[in-house]
């Protein structure tokens, strides 16, 4: 088995081929841990998610974003409701998606929690605007959906939330910040 499965109890079958392992679920419930660790390596683009509203202002680092539709224009977000104040989203029914720039990497580990910064601190950190919603779109993202919700759902640990896209701010053509295994990485030019 893989050395970060520490209790075979969370699976009933492990199999070699080669190089790769399969697990397979006891009583239908893959492990948290290996399902994290055969996550890391699905490079995703980084975001901060912004709110403001009468419920409050918020921003998040996430990488749990995709396009649903392009009529009318529709995104979906994945956000912990574990978390005390990620209900400000879901409260104030706007939020806006802000791509980062490969340059943007301190941006994106001060909104993800490191160094233990207040929200105000951290939206100080970046220049920011409003376009239609009120939630603050970053003038130098690489884009910027400014998003209405028109869904919410509570799925295992998440919200699952739907927007309908009222504003999109474009910057200049830079490299993205993607994570993929654990790591920030520069994708693109």
Known sequence: ??????????????KTNGKST??????Q???PLAF??????????VHILTTDGPA???????????SVSDDPATMLVCLNRKHEFNHLFVENQVFAINTLSFQQQALSEAFSGKGDLSQADRFALGK?????????VLVDA?????????????????????GKVTAINMGE????????????HSVGD
């Open 36 to 45: 994290r660790n055969a996550m890391s390596h699905f490079a995703e683009a």
């Open 1 to 14: 088995m893989r050395p970060y499965i520490n209790d075979a109890s969370c699976v009933s079958d492990a």
């Open 173 to 184: 053509l830079e490299s993205s910040l993607v994570y993929l295994n654990r790591g920030y």
């Open 142 to 162: 690489l884009a910027s959906f400014d998003c209405r919700i028109v869904a919410t759902h509570e799925v295992a640990t998440h919200y699952v939330i739907y």
């Open 128 to 136: 920011w605007h409003t376009v239609q919603t009120g939630a603050p």
């Open 29 to 31: 419930k893959i492990e």
């Open 56 to 66: 409050g202002r918020r921003g998040v680092t996430i990488s749990a974003v995709c």
């Open 22 to 27: 399969v697990f397979i679920a006891k009583d």
